[in-house]
């Protein structure tokens, strides 16, 4: 039996677009021997599952993606979707190994097989904050050793989104990954917490303290802004990690808008694992 609910299944072309650059650079993909991933509640169309196995196959040519859906009409039109993948009318490759299944949480996965990533996207945002952590620890053992959970959320056109990683170990990190053209202020990436943070953002959270600070930081280098947005983010995160916060990044990453902050530094109030 499968577990979970059926959620909306809002889904848009390129929407998951910075989270599959994040999962494309993980060592459990490069490593793998079996580099099976999961898009878990891909929603209403295929287009989701497809993107993800065409970016990572870029640097794993021989990753295998299999979408999961609990709504088994979802399933059929994905599958649909896929027939006209194999006969060459579409842009993605017609031999691409991407299948469909019906499930939830529990994540079935025929001949024993464990995923080295399952990406969870804008599902668990639709469940009670008390729902996730148990839901946390059921999906990592779904993993292979040394795999990765990534639970997150995005905004509907995918410019701004964040994500926690899970390990069999527990949370990791929480990241921010943002536009920075016409980028405002930062903490805007608030509304697109994860859900085990969303409602965490008030006084005396840590989380709302990393939002105020990355505020702040962004507000006091804005006379960067006329060498660009990029200059006046990177200006923010070497604040950030000067004012003590523990973050993990690379040139890279920040030129993309995107940071991750160590979880202990921003985990809820009484959080365990």
């Not at 650059?21 to 991933?37: E, G, N, S």
């Not at 870029?58 to 009409?73: H, K, Q």
């Not at 949480?105 to 996207?121: D, M, Q």
């Amino acid at each position: 039996m499968a577990v979970g609910s059926v959620t909306r299944g809002t889904t848009n072309t390129n929407r998951l677009r910075r989270v599959d650059r994040w999962i494309a650079t993980l060592a459990v993909l490069r490593r793998a021997a079996d580099p099976l991933v999961v898009d878990l509640g891909y929603g209403a169309s295929a287009v989701t599952a497809l993107e993800l196995h065409q970016r990572l196959a870029r640097s794993r040519a021989d990753v295998e993606v299999l979408g999961i859906e609990i709504e088994p009409e979802r399933v059929r039109t994905a599958q649909a979707q896929l027939r006209e993948v194999r006969a060459g009318r579409t842009s993605f490759a017609p031999d691409a190994r991407v299948g469909f299944a019906t499930g939830g949480f529990e994540v079935p996965l025929a001949g024993g097989r464990r995923a080295a990533v399952i990406r969870a996207l804008n599902v668990l945002r639709q469940y009670p904050e008390h729902a996730v952590l148990p839901s946390w620890q059921l999906l990592v053992t779904r993993l292979q050793p040394g795999g990765v959970l990534i639970d997150g959320t995005c905004d509907e056109i995918g410019r701004i989104a964040s994500w926690v990683d899970v390990t069999a170990d527990g949370p990791q990190h929480l990241t921010v990954s943002m536009r920075l053209a016409g980028l405002e202020h930062p903490a805007i990436v608030a509304e697109r917490l994860p859900k085990i943070l969303i409602h965490r953002n008030v006084d005396g959270e840590k989380v709302h303290e990393f939002m105020t600070d990355l505020d702040r930081h962004w507000q006091y280098n804005a006379a960067l802004a006329t060498y660009g947005p990029a200059q006046r983010w990177a200006a923010t995160v070497r604040a950030l990690t000067d004012a003590g916060w523990p973050l993990r990044s690379n040139r890279a990453r920040v030129k993309l808008g995107e940071v991750s902050v160590v979880w202990d530094a921003v985990k809820p109030r009484g959080f365990t694992w």
